[in-house]
């Protein structure tokens, strides 16, 4: 992170953020229990399972807690 941020909703906080880095996890699940069956990794999904295409990042802001994608709070960190 070597881009300044600044958040988009309370538009003050420019130095407190969580970031929040998503691990998605491919599972197929038991419909009536909810358990977990099957496991799966990105190079051997079946075909019905789409791999997960979102943000590895996104961020929450420290005062407000508002999470978005890093992309919105780099463009208003660019904004002076």
Known sequence: ?????????CRTNKS????IRQVPQS????PQSGEV?????????DPFHTPYRGPEL????GVC???E??????????QN
């Open 1 to 9: 992170m070597t881009v300044p941020y600044r958040c988009p909703n």
């Open 16 to 19: 407190r953020f969580n970031l």
């Open 27 to 30: 599972v197929k699940l038991n």
């Open 37 to 45: 069956v099957e496991e799966f990794t990105n190079n051997q999904l």
């Open 58 to 61: 996104r961020v929450q802001c």
């Open 65 to 67: 807690g508002l999470i």
């Open 69 to 78: 994608d890093e992309q919105r709070f780099i463009k208003f960190g660019e």
